[in-house]
T-cell receptor
Framework: ELKVEQNPLFLSMQEGKNYTIYCNYSTTSDRLYWYRQDPGKSLESLFVLLSNGAVKQEGRLMASLDTKARLSTLHITAAVHDLSATYFCAVTSWGSQGNLIFGKGTKLSVKP | EPEVTQTPSHQVTQMGQEVILRCVPISNHLYFYWYRQILGQKVEFLVSFYNNEISEKSEIFDDQFSVERPDGSNFTLKIRSTKLEDSAMYFC?????????????FGPGTRLLVL
């Protein structure tokens, strides 16, 4: 059974600081996704990572994938208040029909 | 920009009643999904649908649940006899292709409350 673990589950940061969210998964996966969710809202796609060593960046967020370690990271650079949200990683398992298995999410709060 | 839409945005129902949640996926997409999120918890996969049939379903998707694509645009989730524990946010998602890493686009969700 494919399991996805994120840590930390809660993260309180000061503006301007850097931090990393970690996502581990238990079995081989062919794709890893990062989504953002604001309170009461839907999920917004941030990144899709397809191969070992993949790195993608958008603004202050950078995601990477190490398939050998079954680990993805979401790095936040110089955090700003607008980044406050819950961040989910999700994976699909080999042979699946693309259904996403989500982690529990990391609730990020960026304070002035 | 094309987006997934869902109706209604909120639904309140009595336990034991049937509900139908509606979704309009992005028009050229081929793969459709339903997920649910109980308040404050993670998002859980329910079912995937391709070529007018269920591709995969989770343990949550029992005989009380069914999906249908009644026409070329709508994709529905029916819960035949709702239970209190069905209260959740239900998200529809669609993608153009599952095989090349194309992302799944999520709708705004339907918040279902079973009393």
């Amino acid at each position: 059974e494919l399991k996805v673990e994120q840590n930390p589950l809660f993260l309180s940061m000061q503006e301007g600081k850097n931090y990393t969210i970690y996502c581990n998964y238990s079995t081989t996966s062919d794709r890893l996704y990062w989504y953002r969710q604001d309170p009461g809202k839907s999920l917004e796609s941030l990144f899709v990572l397809l191969s070992n060593g993949a790195v993608k960046q958008e603004g202050r967020l950078m995601a990477s994938l190490d398939t050998k370690a079954r680990l993805s990271t979401l790095h936040i650079t110089a955090a700003v208040h607008d980044l406050s949200a819950t961040y989910f990683c999700a994976v699909t398992s080999w042979g699946s029909q693309g259904n996403l298995i989500f982690g529990k999410g990391t609730k990020l709060s960026v304070k002035p | 920009e094309p987006e997934v839409t869902q109706t209604p945005s909120h639904q309140v129902t009595q336990m034991g009643q049937e509900v139908i949640l509606r979704c309009v996926p992005i028009s050229n997409h081929l793969y459709f999904y339903w997920y649910r999120q109980i308040l404050g918890q993670k998002v859980e996969f329910l079912v995937s649908f391709y070529n007018n049939e269920i591709s995969e379903k989770s343990e949550i998707f029992d005989d009380q649940f069914s999906v249908e694509r009644p026409d070329g645009s709508n994709f529905t989730l029916k819960i035949r006899s709702t239970k209190l524990e069905d209260s959740a946010m239900y998200f529809c998602a669609s993608s153009g292709d599952r095989g090349v890493g194309e992302t799944q686009y999520f709708g705004p969700g339907t918040r279902l409350l079973v009393l």
